[in-house]
């Protein structure tokens, strides 16, 4: 501990950022006892006396009349303890508070923030400060040269200039509770982010940033190469939107007995369709994929069978049966399987479905997808055809009734109007929980899947 | 300490009465400059006989009257100090109405329950509260570091005159349980400003303290300002003539004389609790410093206002009737100054090491006897935190 202390500008009034040295009261060499009016600063609010914080005698005053400090900024320096002999040449003075656990009150964080007591602290730029009272005519002086320490026990070290803004973070990391949670979701360490929110703390998109920039290389290289060791084996850590899913499919796997039924049918009507949805000139700029005649397909046949959109709630012994859909859609994204949902899909126009099925995508692709989107899905559709594949038995998320997968639709053989064509074709695989859904609502339903890809216009007129 | 006027005065100075014409005439005239009231110790010390109220104290009383109105300034100006170097975000400060604060303080008997202000530190000081519970609230650390029941004073009201409401159903309520209308009987006190009685909800208090007779006096340190606003923004007619018409009697009494404050306030709480009603006491009185440390006065008032009122101050006073009357020596005096050292010492040593709050003080003070679902939300919450163990949070 150096008997050499510095003063720095605290926040006068409630969230100010600096402050002019209107007066000082006292002088290097001065003997001054605590609570004792040192200087006179007036902020933007009033024009206040400051009281001094120490008693001893004032080493150094790093300000003349007429500067403006930034708050948190040292003012002057103070011996606390004169009677101890003379200062050494090398004492350096000490700042009042080491920044070893983030910004202190009146400290300045990395961002230029100023830490107060209260808000949200200023900006380093833009205070502005009160009209200046001229009732004695008199002018404030223009800005002196800082005193010179004109005292015999020592020349000080001028102030230690404020430390550079320190991007480890050595000290605690400030982040909001829901950015810890995302964090921890991307498996993100903060610890390895840099701030850029008010006093230092760590925004979401820090994390998103930090997060996109750890998984950016990967992206773009056709296959990650995974790093073996000698043993020829990889350890990766089961951890966040891995861990998750694991979580639940094994839940989901234990819980719902899981049956799927498969229908292969002629899509190419639906082809068709979304073939001419997208030469309409009001959908030129909609982003119109058979996906979302699915989606269409499955909003309808829901509304005809209620029941697969529902929950077991098994606690108690109800069957939750669910008016509203709220539309998942799987996502395979850098950082793992997602499952987004359109929240009240069922009431959405065709045209508004588009635009929440392309805005759902986007932003899970971008690793945006809030936390509250990914919650109270009512059912799913998994979009295995994007990868190629036929289909697959999905697993049910948990707390949903059924899923749907939906294959590639390629050019196959098909028997059409008694003669074997190239056709659209693609399978269908529904699983449904055999506790609330039997074999022959499961078959309806799916078949009503079937019927709409064969034949969407009529369907729609039909049904909608 | 003990004073009993024996009859509960209906009229003279300064006091409204019930409808009579001068009520009219005096209501036109609008706020005097020099304005009567009662006073029993003048600004130079010499003791004021007045018809309905006096005190009786003996030496060891007026001296330790001497001590509070000491001790609860120092503690004043060493937190506005605390402020001004960083320690506090903001303080209330109390200067120049010490004495409004210690003589209605002093006045209230263990039983009787008080509802602050945000500025009450004399107050605070009366019900024997730590000196320095109220700096975390100045602090941004807590809400106020009491138990409202162990003191009989409740947290500090930040908002403007909400207190009053709460003031009034609480007296409505020892009502109701049969706590009044015995010598041993409570009574509540509600404190208020000038700019406060402009508000919907001090009138709401005092018509349900008219109407329901409740056992409360309602305190007005009239200290001239609302922030910046002076009070002649607030009412045409002196305050205390209020009561008249909710029903009740009003007093004003001279706000930096702590015998006056003192008599006063003992009668009115007594009346309250003899199953008497409300009363409202106008302390007519001044802030001698800012309104917090935010504001700046010098922008709405001038000096030789501040310099009017530094003749009438408080303790002045008091320190000249104990000396010319040689109740207090040299010594006494040094005494109190070493006592006031030590204390300011120790509020000092606590603001600065204060501790910031944890997390998990969401938790406290939320029911009385906790419950199950809290219970699990804090587990919960522990868990969460200790989640991050690990990520340097």
Redesign the interface.
Known sequence: MSRVKQFPLPDLGEGLTEGEILKWFVAPGDTVSLNQPIVEVETAKAAVEIPSPYSGVIVELFHGEGATVDVGAPIMSFDTDPGAGPLSEAAPAEAPAAPTTGPLIGEESADGRTAVLVGYGPKASGGKRRPRRTANGAPVSAPVAPTVPATPPAAVTPPAPVAPPVPAHAGPVLAKPPVRKLAKDLGVDLRTVAPTGPNGTISRDDVTAAHAAATATPAAAPAVRPSFGPDREQRVPIKGVRKLTAENMVASAFTAPHVTEFLTVDATRTVKAVERLRAMRDWRDVRVSPLLLVAKAVLLAVRRHPMVNSTWDAERGEIVVKEYVNLGIAAATDRGLIVPNIADAGRLSMRELADAMTDLVETAKSGRTAPAAMQGGTFTITNVGVFGVDTGTPILPPGEAAILAFGAIRQQPWVHKGKVKPRHVTTLGLSFDHRIVDGELGSRFLADIGRFLTDPEATLLAWD | MGDKPSTRPRSGTGRTRRASKRDDEVALQGPTPDPEFVQLLSPDGERVDHPDYSVDFTDEEYRGLYRDLVIVRRLD??ST?L????????WASLEGQEAAQIGSGRALRKQDMAFPTYREHGVLWCRGVDPTAPHGLF??ADHGDWDPSEHNFNLYTLVIGAQTLHAVGYAMGIGYDGKVGTDDGEAVIAYFGDGASSQGDVHEACVFAGVYHAPVVLFCQNNQYAISEPVERQTRTPIYQRAAGYGFPGVRVDGNDVLACYAVTRHALDAARHGQGPTLVEAYTYRMG?HT????P??YRNGSEVETWKQRDPIARVRTFLEKQKIADDAFFAAVDADADRITGRLREYVIDMPDPTPEMLFEHVYAEGSPLQDAERAWFRD?QA??AG???
């Open positions: 100006l060493e100090a402020q001004r170097q960083g320690h506090l975000a903001i602090r941004g800012p440390t935010t504001d700046d010098t922008r969460y989640s991050f990520e340097g949070h």
